[in-house]
């Protein structure tokens, strides 16, 4: 019924999609997995009509379709349920339900209040949510708004003469057992009204409801598997089967740490709603790799660890010196850096130059009394942007212009000149071309040199693994496993995988 | 050529060619010594400018000054006779307490900054009311010329005010571009995500930001008391508007980190040259408000930075 | 997830428990002075507070400023600001003037034309306002200072400074004729207030503002046009400013240039104070009714129990920044400028 025929999508440096065939029959739930980055949101959005397809077709009961925006995939019966709540919370969960499409309760610009009462109650019925239309949907728990989510995208039923299509997009991840016990029972009586693709990093529930499902890496669908046929060991294997290149990732470069410096320890540190119970060591020299899936709690750790946030439980120790004012001031203070995922925002000041940026973090050091020393600050930049090969006209350029791995590079230089021994890397190649990401690599070996200690978000889990000297696998926020990882001894992908989803 | 390219340089390049275009209509108007004389007068108005800039270099705004520069004028009038010069110390710290009571208030009370010295601007409406008991206030003559007769005095034909607004902008300049503080503002200002993660103690940059835009409001409203010998709770309405017409004119955006100090000197000029221009030009001194309320709508729609607005609110 | 004492029930009660305090706290003050002076019997009906006259003076005074808050009501339930007000409502109050006069200077005239004028003015502005916000991508506190300005120097060019008098009996009926002790102005401001209710709650537009507000990215990606809501929503301001500009007139019989002098700042409190939250979605109409007679009540009692009336800007500024404070959900918010 709904096809996309050698889909294929592109972005610059990226090929996401490649040569893509999907296929959802007629009340069919169909499910799709793959790790972080092989292309299973990309592959969403198409759907969905948000990204329009490169090349290929897409087809509704075999007639060519190509939408410009959602609303038009809405048109052609694709419906959405975020992963993030996407209810208005201060509105009434019926006002929810028709937000957008108020019109047909409307005469003279006035709602007519009760016919959109009886209309809502009617999509609440298809998803057997026995609540009053009129409540607030801050009052709701987030089981209930989930079910609206999907009683609101139901309502394209009433709105299009063709099929359904939904889409579940992580629909689990708040909820708690029972409650997705009952979410599957009643999308599998829904699919006599429509069919669902269920995207789950949670492998257990998408082998449960899906009739087929999806397995994709690298932007392509590795295999389709059926429900019967399915098992959960065969899938992981084929998310990942791959071999990692030893010399890109600079294994050869590794050396042991210093087991005996133990620059920051992590005890039982837990912060409510993202990770818990959290404990671990990072030595002098050490590259330790926290991996997991998106909102496994990898990245909260980490701004834990440097301050901007405060933990609810537990105690981090820097050096000997435990921690007890939670603030990025003071994590600078005690020497940890930090490189943010969201590189242009948090680890850069567009608008301010290069050399400007290096100090950032340690003015204090190139000052007297609060007065600058400019030519100080300025010969740092020029001795680092040789030294890091920081391709930038000069040192009085807006950072803000510089290309990703050139600003990355000034963000590690701000750092490292700083003298910080503990740094924290939140996504450091995301978005960097081939070349720049090696850049990255050899630096990271350096810095292990001269005995940082590095806590790493990788981008990929090939990268984690080339990098790391120890892997913690996280999964909702728990710590799974722990891995070694010496050159030669080094974990598989598919041991990580399994311990992820 | 892009507009990226030709916006710094937007601000003066319209003073030039306001002065142009005025000098032309009527060249009396190039007269150094009249120069001099309308420089004087916007004195007052451009050290509030200056104090302005660092509110919204940071990316905040402070509509509280010119309430604060009434307030000031009344107590630099109430305490001229008991303190003398002093009195001066006692306005510029009151102006910096209540800048920095702003701050407070916006930083650690997440009270955005617009509301807080809104508000808080109407609690200097009432202090200058009690304080001058609701009446406009006279300096004793004798004693005003004694304290402060030498503002008006000049140095090598320069008026000693020109000097003190000179001296105040090399001091703005100065800790602007030269200090950690004035660093740490621009940082704020262009990227406060960043100047965080960086380690910067952002809430009290932003509380001294507030403080010394508190002060210069408040040796604003000490010099346009001694100019007009007198306090009153409304004396410097009017001030608002044309201070932030005067930053934004000059190049400082809405959205902070960009511009600074000497902007605002040239914006404070190109205010001065409009309004000497309705002068010459016969236009009606109630048109004014109106003008420069339109000059500020198309001031903000150049300089602002759109790509820092997520959603424009 | 429900709860007795939520801190969102308790922040929609709060402003209505304030004004009861305070209704009550005034006639106290006057008891204990009363007491202090050595009077034996104190009833509460001898409150010269809660008299049927002081009430009504309080209603009259109050409507002018409920009018305009009730328009600035939708702009802050939409999580924008608007700061026109004194202009627009200058604006508007000369725009009738002029316009009632030359018409012919008395309601029993053409002159009634005068007044859907007004509120047509004020739509103007408010259309002008709203395209400025959202055309240009100035953020509404700055767009809507400056047309602020734009408008109180427009008054003044109309002007020229003078007073223009309204004294056609009639109009002025506005103020003279009372009903049950309260003038018919009063009434006039709650069947407008009534109407304004009926926006909020029963029609599309009025609950495009919640939706706008609430989550203005998630009503966007539902289809919702949130720019012609934004701009409707600064037109209706400009209606209700309109109103506002009557109700100035009809109260003291004069328009001039600074016929709208403090509303920004009296409009805004009572909006804050009475509820309905800076950051957009929460509050309306009745919120703001409750939260101009805060400010009112307040006004009036001071004066009552004999304290000097400039206090009130303090106490109005301090009441603001409390009422923000409060009505802040500090962990959803991750920086304020």
Same mark, same amino acid.
């Given at each position: 019924?709904?096809?996309?025929?050698?889909?294929?999508?592109?972005?610059?440096?990226?090929?996401?999609?490649?040569?893509?065939?999907?296929?959802?029959?007629?009340?069919?739930?169909?499910?799709?997995?793959?790790?972080?980055?092989? @292309?299973?949101?990309?592959?969403?959005?198409?759907?969905?009509?948000?990204?329009?397809?490169?090349?290929?077709?897409?087809?509704?009961?075999?007639?060519?379709?190509?939408?410009?925006?959602?609303?038009?995939?809405?048109?052609?019966?694709?419906?959405?349920?975020?992963?993030?709540?996407?209810?208005?919370?201060?509105?009434?969960?019926?006002?929810?339900?028709?937000?957008?499409?108020?019109?047909?309760?409307?005469?003279?610009?006035?709602?007519?209040?009760?016919?959109?009462?009886?209309?809502?109650?009617?999509?609440?019925?298809?998803?057997?949510?026995?609540?009053?239309?009129?409540?607030?949907?801050?009052?709701?728990?987030?089981?209930?708004?989930?079910?609206?989510?999907?009683?609101?995208?139901?309502?394209?039923?009433?709105?299009?003469?063709?099929?359904?299509?939904?889409?579940?997009?992580?629909?689990?991840?708040?909820?708690?057992?029972?409650?997705?016990?009952?979410?599957?029972?009643?999308?599998?009586?829904?699919?006599?009204?429509?069919?669902?693709?269920?995207?789950?990093?949670?492998?257990?529930?998408?082998?449960?409801?899906?009739?087929?499902?999806?397995?994709?890496?690298?932007?392509?669908?590795?295999?389709?598997?059926?429900?019967?046929?399915?098992?959960?060991?065969?899938?992981?294997?084929?998310?990942?089967?791959?071999?990692?290149?030893?010399?890109?990732?600079?294994?050869?470069?590794?050396?042991?740490?210093?087991?005996?410096?133990?620059?920051?320890?992590?005890?039982?540190?837990?912060?409510?709603?993202?990770?818990?119970?959290?404990?671990?060591?990072?030595?002098?020299?050490?590259?330790?790799?926290?991996?997991?899936?998106?909102?496994?709690?990898?990245?909260?750790?980490?701004?834990?660890?440097? @301050?901007?946030?405060?933990?609810?439980?537990?105690?981090?120790?820097?050096?000997?010196?435990?921690?007890?004012?939670?603030?990025?001031?003071?994590?600078?203070?005690?020497?940890?850096?930090?490189?943010?995922?969201?590189?242009?925002?948090?680890?850069?000041?567009?608008?301010?130059?290069?050399?400007?940026?290096?100090?950032?973090?340690?003015?204090?050091?190139?000052?007297?009394?609060?007065?600058?020393?400019? @030519?100080?600050?300025?010969?740092?930049?020029?001795?680092?942007?040789?030294?890091?090969?920081?391709?930038?006209?000069?040192?009085?350029?807006?950072? @803000?212009?510089?290309?990703?791995?050139?600003?990355?590079?000034?963000?590690?230089?701000?750092?490292?000149?700083?003298?910080?021994?503990?740094?924290?890397?939140?996504?450091?190649?995301?978005?960097?071309?081939?070349?720049?990401?090696?850049?990255?690599?050899?630096?990271?070996?350096?810095?292990?040199?001269?005995?940082?200690?590095?806590?790493?978000?990788?981008?990929?889990?090939?990268?984690?693994?080339?990098?790391?000297?120890?892997?913690?696998?996280?999964?909702?926020?728990?710590?799974?496993?722990?891995?070694?990882?010496?050159?030669?001894?080094?974990?598989?992908?598919?041991?990580?995988?399994?311990?992820?989803? | 050529?892009?507009?990226?390219?030709?916006?710094?340089?937007?601000?003066?390049?319209?003073?030039?060619?306001?002065?142009?275009?005025?000098?032309?209509?009527?060249?009396?108007?190039?007269?150094?010594?009249?120069?001099?004389?309308?420089?004087?007068?916007?004195?007052?108005?451009?050290?509030?400018?200056?104090?302005?800039?660092?509110?919204?270099?940071?990316?905040?705004?402070?509509?509280?000054?010119?309430?604060?520069?009434?307030?000031?004028?009344?107590?630099?009038?109430?305490?001229?006779?008991?303190?003398?010069?002093?009195?001066?110390?006692?306005?510029?710290?009151?102006?910096?307490?209540?800048?920095?009571?702003?701050?407070?208030?916006?930083?650690?009370?997440?009270?955005?900054?617009?509301?807080?010295?809104?508000?808080?601007?109407?609690?200097?409406?009432?202090?200058?009311?009690?304080?001058?008991?609701?009446?406009?206030?006279?300096?004793?003559?004798?004693?005003?010329?004694?304290?402060?007769?030498?503002?008006?005095?000049?140095?090598?034909?320069?008026?000693?005010?020109?000097?003190?607004?000179?001296?105040?902008?090399?001091?703005?300049?100065?800790?602007?571009?030269?200090?950690?503080?004035?660093?740490?503002?621009?940082?704020?200002?262009?990227?406060?995500?960043?100047?965080?993660?960086?380690?910067?103690?952002?809430?009290?940059?932003?509380?001294?930001?507030?403080?010394?835009?508190?002060?210069?409001?408040?040796?604003?409203?000490?010099?346009?008391?001694?100019?007009?010998?007198?306090?009153?709770?409304?004396?410097?309405?009017?001030?608002?508007?044309?201070?932030?017409?005067?930053?934004?004119?000059?190049?400082?955006?809405?959205?902070?980190?960009?511009?600074?100090?000497?902007?605002?000197?040239?914006?404070?000029?190109?205010?001065?040259?409009?309004?000497?221009?309705?002068?010459?030009?016969?236009?009606?001194?109630?048109?004014?408000?109106?003008?420069?309320?339109?000059?500020?709508?198309?001031?903000?729609?150049?300089?602002?930075?759109?790509?820092?607005?997520?959603?424009?609110? | 997830?429900?709860?007795?004492?939520?801190?969102?029930?308790?922040?929609?009660?709060?402003?209505?428990?304030?004004?009861?305090?305070?209704?009550?706290?005034?006639?106290?003050?006057?008891?204990?002075?009363?007491?202090?002076?050595?009077?034996?019997?104190?009833?509460?009906?001898?409150? #010269?507070?809660?008299?049927?006259?002081? /009430?009504?003076?309080?209603?009259?005074?109050?409507?002018?400023?409920?009018?305009?808050?009730?328009? =600035?009501?939708?702009?802050?339930?939409?999580?924008?600001?608007?700061?026109?007000?004194?202009?627009?409502?200058?604006?508007?109050?000369?725009?009738?003037?002029?316009?009632?006069?030359?018409?012919? $200077?008395?309601?029993?005239? !053409?002159?009634? /034309?005068?007044?859907?004028?007004?509120?047509?003015?004020?739509?103007?502005?408010?259309?002008?306002?709203?395209?400025?916000?959202?055309?240009?991508?100035?953020?509404?506190?700055?767009?809507?200072?400056?047309? $602020?300005?734009?408008?109180?120097?427009?008054?003044?060019? /109309?002007?020229?400074?003078? #007073?223009?008098?309204?004294?056609?009996?009639?109009?002025?009926?506005?103020?003279?004729?009372? !009903?049950?002790?309260?003038?018919?102005?009063?009434?006039?401001?709650?069947?407008?207030?009534?109407?304004?209710?009926?926006?909020?709650?029963?029609?599309?537009?009025? #609950?495009?503002?919640?939706?706008?507000?609430?989550?203005?990215?998630?009503?966007?990606?539902?289809?919702?046009?949130?720019?012609?809501?934004?701009? /409707?929503?600064?037109?209706?301001?400009?209606?209700?400013?309109?109103?506002?500009?009557?109700?100035?007139? $009809?109260?003291?019989?004069?328009?001039?240039?600074?016929?709208?002098?403090?509303?920004?700042?009296?409009?805004?409190?009572?909006?804050?104070?009475?509820?309905?939250?800076? !950051?957009?979605?929460?509050?309306?109409?009745?919120?703001?009714?409750?939260?101009?007679?805060?400010?009112?009540?307040?006004?009036?009692?001071?004066?009552?129990?004999?304290?000097?009336?400039?206090?009130?800007?303090?106490?109005? $500024?301090?009441? =603001?920044?409390?009422?923000?404070?409060?009505?802040?959900? #500090?962990?959803?918010?991750?920086?304020?400028?």
């Amino acid at each position: 019924m709904y096809e996309l025929i050698n889909v294929d999508k592109r972005f610059p440096g990226v090929h996401a999609l490649k040569a893509v065939d999907f296929k959802v029959n007629r009340g069919e739930i169909v499910g799709l997995v793959g790790e972080n980055g092989a @292309g299973k949101s990309t592959l969403m959005k198409v759907i969905y009509g948000s990204y329009q397809p490169d090349g290929g077709d897409i087809t509704i009961d075999g007639t060519k379709v190509r939408f410009q925006n959602p609303r038009q995939a809405m048109d052609h019966g694709i419906g959405m349920v975020f992963q993030e709540q996407s209810l208005i919370t201060n509105l009434t969960v019926m006002e929810n339900i028709f937000l957008g499409f108020e019109q047909q309760f409307v005469s003279f610009g006035v709602i007519n209040w009760r016919k959109m009462a009886d209309a809502a109650r009617a999509q609440l019925a298809k998803v057997k949510l026995d609540i009053d239309p009129s409540t607030k949907t801050s009052q709701l728990s987030f089981a209930q708004r989930q079910l609206v989510e999907l009683a609101k995208v139901l309502t394209l039923e009433e709105r299009i003469d063709g099929d359904l299509v939904i889409l579940l997009d992580e629909p689990t991840s708040v909820l708690a057992s029972e409650e997705v016990e009952l979410l599957f029972q009643i999308v599998r009586d829904l699919t006599s009204r429509a069919s669902f693709i269920f995207v789950s990093h949670r492998m257990e529930e998408v082998l449960e409801l899906s009739d087929r499902i999806y397995v994709m890496k690298d932007g392509e669908v590795v295999d389709v598997v059926e429900h019967d046929k399915a098992d959960k060991e065969s899938i992981q294997h084929k998310m990942v089967g791959r071999e990692v290149d030893k010399e890109y990732y600079r294994e050869q470069k590794q050396k042991p740490y210093d087991g005996d410096r133990v620059l920051l320890s992590v005890d039982g540190l837990g912060f409510a709603g993202r990770f818990a119970d959290v404990s671990f060591d990072l030595h002098a020299g050490e590259v330790l790799c926290l991996v997991g899936t998106e909102g496994s709690g990898r990245e909260a750790i980490l701004r834990t660890v440097f @301050g901007i946030d405060r933990p609810d439980t537990g105690s981090v120790t820097v050096k000997d010196q435990k921690i007890t004012r939670f603030s990025a001031q003071n994590g600078v203070t005690m020497g940890i850096g930090y490189l943010p995922r969201e590189r242009k925002v948090e680890g850069i000041v567009a608008g301010m130059n290069v050399y400007e940026n290096m100090t950032l973090s340690q003015m204090g050091n190139y000052a007297s009394a609060g007065i600058l020393r400019i @030519g100080e600050e300025r010969a740092l930049a020029e001795d680092q942007v040789a030294r890091l090969s920081i391709k930038t006209p000069d040192i009085f350029k807006d950072c @803000g212009g510089l290309s990703g791995g050139n600003q990355q590079k000034v963000v590690l230089a701000k750092w490292r000149s700083g003298g910080s021994e503990i740094l924290l890397m939140d996504h450091p190649t995301r978005g960097l071309d081939i070349g720049a990401k090696e850049d990255v690599y050899d630096m990271i070996r350096e810095m292990s040199d001269e005995g940082v200690g590095i806590i790493l978000v990788a981008d990929t889990l090939e990268e984690a693994i080339g990098l790391s000297h120890n892997i913690i696998v996280l999964k909702d926020g728990e710590v799974q496993k722990r891995f070694t990882g010496a050159p030669g001894s080094k974990p598989s992908l598919y041991d990580l995988v399994h311990h992820m989803i | 050529m892009n507009m990226e390219r030709i916006k710094p340089h937007l601000p003066w390049l319209t003073l030039v060619l306001l002065v142009a275009l005025v000098g032309i209509a009527n060249p009396t108007f190039l007269n150094p010594a009249g120069l001099i004389v309308l420089a004087s007068d916007v004195v007052p108005l451009f050290i509030m400018a200056l104090g302005m800039t660092f509110a919204i270099y940071i990316g905040g705004i402070d509509l509280s000054v010119q309430q604060l520069a009434n307030l000031v004028t009344v107590i630099a009038t109430v305490f001229l006779m008991s303190f003398g010069i002093w009195v001066a110390v006692l306005c510029i710290l009151a102006g910096a307490l209540f800048g920095a009571v702003s701050g407070f208030v916006t930083t650690r009370l997440y009270v955005p900054s617009f509301v807080s010295t809104l508000a808080l601007g109407f609690v200097a409406l009432s202090g200058a009311k009690w304080l001058s008991g609701q009446r406009a206030l006279h300096m004793d003559a004798e004693q005003r010329d004694a304290t402060f007769g030498w503002v008006f005095e000049r140095t090598l034909g320069i008026p000693n005010e020109l000097l003190i607004a000179a001296g105040l902008l090399a001091a703005c300049w100065f800790l602007q571009s030269r200090t950690t503080f004035g660093r740490s503002l621009k940082a704020v200002g262009a990227g406060e995500l960043a100047a965080v993660a960086s380690g910067l103690n952002v809430d009290r940059i932003k509380i001294l930001a507030f403080a010394l835009c508190g002060a210069l409001a408040a040796i604003s409203g000490l010099i346009f008391s001694v100019k007009l010998s007198g306090g009153d709770a409304n004396l410097a309405n009017g001030f608002l508007l044309l201070a932030i017409v005067a930053v934004l004119v000059g190049g400082t955006p809405l959205t902070g980190g960009v511009g600074g100090v000497l902007n605002t000197a040239i914006g404070t000029l190109i205010v001065m040259v409009i309004r000497a221009a309705m002068v010459y030009l016969e236009v009606d001194a109630t048109q004014q408000q109106m003008i420069f309320g339109i000059v500020l709508i198309i001031a903000i729609a150049l300089t602002i930075d759109r790509s820092k607005l997520k959603i424009v609110k | 997830m429900q709860g007795f004492m939520t801190r969102e029930t308790l922040l929609k009660w709060a402003p209505v428990l304030v004004l009861i305090f305070l209704l009550l706290v005034f006639p106290i003050f006057e008891m204990t002075n009363a007491w202090a002076k050595g009077k034996e019997h104190i009833y509460l009906l001898d409150s #010269r507070f809660l008299s049927i006259r002081n /009430l009504a003076r309080i209603a009259i005074s109050a409507t002018p400023a409920l009018m305009v808050a009730l328009g =600035v009501t939708f702009i802050i339930l939409m999580g924008s600001i608007d700061l026109s007000m004194e202009g627009t409502v200058s604006v508007t109050a000369v725009g009738f003037a002029y316009a009632f006069l030359w018409l012919g $200077g008395t309601l029993a005239s !053409w002159a009634w /034309l005068a007044i859907p004028l007004a509120l047509l003015i004020g739509a103007a502005i408010g259309l002008i306002n709203g395209i400025v916000h959202v055309k240009l991508r100035i953020p509404s506190f700055m767009a809507s200072l400056a047309m $602020g300005f734009v408008g109180t120097g427009f008054a003044l060019l /109309l002007t020229g400074g003078d #007073r223009v008098r309204v004294e056609d009996p009639l109009f002025r009926a506005l103020l003279t004729v009372r !009903w049950m002790n309260f003038p018919i102005m009063v009434y006039v401001a709650a069947a407008f207030l009534l109407l304004m209710w009926f926006i909020q709650t029963r029609t599309k537009l009025g #609950r495009n503002f919640y939706a706008v507000g609430g989550g203005e990215e998630l009503a966007a990606a539902s289809g919702l046009n949130v720019n012609r809501v934004r701009i /409707l929503g600064f037109m209706l301001a400009g209606i209700c400013y309109g109103m506002g500009g009557l109700m100035a007139v $009809g109260k003291i019989g004069i328009a001039e240039t600074v016929t709208g002098a403090n509303f920004m700042f009296i409009s805004i409190t009572a909006v804050v104070v009475g509820g309905t939250a800076l !950051w957009g979605g929460i509050g309306g109409v009745l919120n703001t009714l409750v939260g101009v007679l805060i400010v009112f009540v307040i006004n009036n009692g001071m004066v009552v129990i004999g304290l000097p009336s400039y206090i009130q800007s303090a106490v109005l $500024g301090i009441l =603001v920044i409390v009422a923000v404070v409060l009505s802040t959900d #500090r962990r959803s918010v991750s920086f304020v400028k």
